[in-house]
């Protein structure tokens, strides 16, 4: 019984998500590979062989996977998957986009969002916004799975020796091509790996209050910045700064709240967060049901105040 994991990477490094899959993959069972497919994307390999539990790398390497183009990198898993048992994605954008494409091809079902491995074949993951815990137990012989990253331990990425194997690339498959990216630039750290997160809603009332409140506090702490998905809907913050069931789920060590309320499908994207800090007027606010500390208190006062100590 072996595992194969879908690195997430940039040809030149593994991103960080790959670390908690390889977690998830190595509790199934078994050896776990991690296959690299990209374009001059070597550094990658060595990255991926060097972390820890990894029994091997498979660098696939051709120009129609340097920009991980969701029908050729199907293609390229498709073309090895007779050799495992288990086939584990990131649900993440880009693993929640080829998973479904290799299930369907393999004719099985897919695992979606899984949070814990029960053993080989079962696996439990959230539905109704995380409220309950399905247990969900498969017989396909794959297994086609997204991991949620926040519901396992990221594995070391040092300390590994695997082997490098190079894979023999599939063809371009001419059903898509990349024609260009605009990717938001930040010194910011990228709100799904920050160890520390200050998040605005919609009590803020304004991009400027928005800016002006919780830009300092998130400066003093060197954390990413979030918003609930009102505060992004009303157009106070751009849409990938949400937190949230249709944002980002996120999981830090710290998790400062200010004027959210707590909707469920914003605590759906935040509850497993190992510190959370609640800052609302509002003492009935659903977000104090999930804090470990909260303050009743108005967020114009309380959190220049708080900067200031800081």
Known sequence: MTSLVIAEHDNASIKGATLNTVTAAAACGGDVHVLVAG????????AAAQIAGVSKVLLADAPGLAHGLAENVAAQVLAIASNYSHILFPATASG???????????????????????SADTFERPIYAGNAIATVQTQDATKVITVRTTGFDAAPASGGSAP?????????????????????KSDRPELTAAKIIVSGGRALGSAE?????????ADKLGAAIGASRAAVDAGYAPNDLQVGQTGKIVAPQLYIAAGISGAIQHLAGMKDSKVIVAINKDPEAPIFSVADYGLEADLFTAVPELVKAL
């Open 164 to 184: 490098v194997e190079n894979a023999d690339a599939v063809a371009d498959s001419g059903k898509s091509s990349f024609v260009g990216s605009e990717i938001a």
């Open 209 to 217: 209050k928005f800016n002006e409140v919780i830009t300092p506090l």
């Open 96 to 118: 929640k986009n080829v998973a479904p494409r290799v299930a369907a091809a393999l004719d099985v079902a897919q695992l979606s969002d899984i949070i814990k491995v029960v």
């Open 39 to 46: 374009h001059n994307a070597g550094e990658a390999a060595k």
